[in-house]
């Protein structure tokens, strides 16, 4: 297996994301609300993922957890005693490990669970900035 981590991560690209956050700034929002938005946005697939994640002992679906950035809400899986997650998910043809990519498949499939949290974030920041 390759160096590195022994987690994989997966994100999902909000358009127009960048330009919201440059002018909340201009605007003196708070762009900790963003990644609050975001925790919650991964929040609400997390549980989707975990019950499309693959079962055999348990461990890759009790490792799935959530993460969250100014810039992006990141659900990730695996952890050094589960260091299969990656391959699991992305596959290793070399292998012969077929992709699952039970966590992407959570998320586009599931894109209107996560959606209500950007929509209901950014009706609150304009509402903010609206007041100043």
């Known amino acids: 297996m390759a160096k590195g981590n022994s ?4 994100q999902a690209h ?4 960048a ?4 002018t909340l700034k201009k605007a003196g929002g708070d762009l900790d609300d963003l990644k609050e938005a975001n925790r919650r946005a991964a929040k609400a697939i997390e ?5 499309m994640a693959p079962v055999l002992t348990g461990r890759l679906q009790a490792s799935i957890r959530v993460g969250a950035t100014r810039k992006a809400g990141i659900l990730r899986a695996g952890r050094k005693t589960v260091a ?5 998910h992305w ?12 966590m992407s498949n959570a998320a586009i499939r599931n894109q209107h669970v996560w959606e209500k949290e950007y929509i209901a974030a950014l009706e609150a920041a304009i509402r903010k900035v609206k007041g100043k």
Do not use: D
């Open 91 to 102: 596959g290793w043809p070399a292998h012969g490990i077929k992709a699952n990519p039970f």
């Open 7 to 10: 987690f994989f991560s997966a």
């Open 19 to 22: 330009r919201l956050r440059r």
């Open 84 to 88: 299969y997650a990656g391959p699991v």
């Open 47 to 51: 549980p989707i993922a975990e019950g």
């Open 14 to 17: 909000v358009e127009g994301a």
